[in-house]
């Protein structure tokens, strides 16, 4: 999945409209424009397309973060400069404030069985001798998974 991807279905599941979006990046002290969100919405084929860079998607996450859970007092988290799938996973468990069995939920209803040892294992360190990589496919299918939790909650 391209950090674009991944923007665009956030932004589909919660319904965020362009200001919103410019919002987020400005609780994280980012500010960008609506033609940088516009083409970073954009589909790859289309001439106006910006690729969204690690950095500028972890500083989305972190503003989504701060939004749904509210600013921590002293120093903002730096962005990460390379993101894995483990990190995005993360930082949507905190943003959503979800414990395992709430994403084993969302997962079950994108067709996806895990147990929760597994699914912690994507929660450790990288170092940690059960850590496991998220691949593409359990990011796309928990991703889905809040688009049927959180959008059938908007309409």
Not at 34 to 62: H, M, V
Not at 102 to 119: P, W, Y
Request: glycine share 4%; with cysteine; net charge positive.
């Amino acid at each position: 999945m391209t950090n674009n991807d991944i923007l665009r279905r956030i932004r589909y599941v919660f319904d965020f409209n362009d200001s919103k979006m410019i919002a987020l990046f400005c609780l994280a002290d980012y500010q960008v424009t609506r033609e940088q969100i516009s083409g970073w919405l954009k589909k790859d084929d289309d001439p106006a397309y910006q690729k969204c860079s690690d950095t500028q998607l972890a500083i989305f996450l972190n503003g989504l973060i701060n939004d749904r859970r509210g600013k921590k007092e002293g120093p903002h988290p730096q962005p990460e400069q390379r993101l894995t799938n483990n990190i995005i996973f993360r930082k949507l468990r905190i943003a959503l404030n979800l414990q395992a069995e709430d994403i084993l939920k969302i997962l079950d209803l994108a067709g996806v069985h895990i147990s929760k040892h597994e699914l912690s294992a994507f929660f450790r360190r990288p170092d940690h001798k059960h850590y496991r990589e998220c691949n593409n496919q359990i990011l796309r299918k928990f991703l889905t998974g809040m688009q049927l939790t959180y959008r059938a909650e908007i309409q």
